[in-house]
């Protein structure tokens, strides 16, 4: 495997241990501490990864069209799952969670669609933007959840919680414009 495809399947095996953790790290009995540091370690780690396949790709020469369908279904796979934990602890909009899903599973078929004519679409720059504001929401998110397995109620966590939603918002808003241009894409690519 190469090593950009290995940073890549790291978010496969992260993603499932981050959802694990955080459903069932305290229920289990492992001290709060020391799952929201985990969680923080995982979490930063899936995002940079997805920052770092990328560019060893380009730089040692590996870009391939298996990477390009790869490292976005790690992606997909990786932020559903924190988003799910963090739908169900009510801190993401159950409507935002549906538009990410629809779009993220729509590209991945879109994807496939154009393999079979032999055509690896890469990554756009409104998707980048969209995966970028996954990125800051989910950590908002972490953020607020930590503070609550802490007991960290600073006064200030309703600012972060309505922040927080703007944020799915705006998140939602990408999803929909990043999967209007990739639509167009497809369809050119299609022909």
Known sequence: MRQADSITASRIVLAPLFFILFSWGIPMGIPRIIVVVVLWVLFAIIELSDL?????????????????????????????????????????????FFIILFREYSMLFMRLLLVQKGVAMGARKGGKLKSFMYAVSGGVSLFIWSFGMLSLDTGINNIFIIGNFILYCIAALLALLSFIDYFREFRKANK
């Open 52 to 96: 770092i396949d990328g560019a060893v790709a380009r730089k040692t020469n590996q870009v391939s069209s298996f990477g390009k369908l790869f490292d976005p279904f790690a992606d997909v796979l990786a932020r559903l799952g924190y988003f799910i934990c963090f739908m169900s602890v009510g801190l993401m909009p159950y409507w935002v």
